[in-house]
């Protein structure tokens, strides 16, 4: 899903994760944990544009943590990425 909705963006690690971003810079990055897959949106705008949305996920300071593998809200993944995609400027 992250390469299909990231164009342009490359593969990278960032903060011990793999992650995609433009320019060098980290905007999307997961984690693959014992208890949980956590994702991470690292750009502020797109993360706060969907603040209201993860009312029913596990929400950290900056992750979304899915403890079911099954239970992946991928809509919400899935319109994190587009936005993402389509933000620009710096990460905040």
Do not use: N, W
Not at 34 to 51: E, H, M, N, T, V
Not at 54 to 66: E, H, T, W
């Amino acid at each position: 899903m992250c390469r299909a909705e990231l164009q342009g963006c490359t593969e990278v690690m960032a903060y011990g994760m793999p992650a995609y971003g433009r320019d060098g810079v980290a905007e999307i990055a997961c984690a693959s944990r014992k208890q949980d897959i956590s994702f991470y949106p690292l750009r502020g705008d797109a993360r706060d544009a969907f603040a209201e949305r993860p009312a029913d996920q596990d929400v950290g300071g900056s992750c979304l943590r899915f403890s079911e593998p099954d239970r992946v809200g991928l809509g919400l993944v899935h319109d994190l990425l587009r936005a993402t995609a389509a933000a620009s400027g710096p990460v905040a």
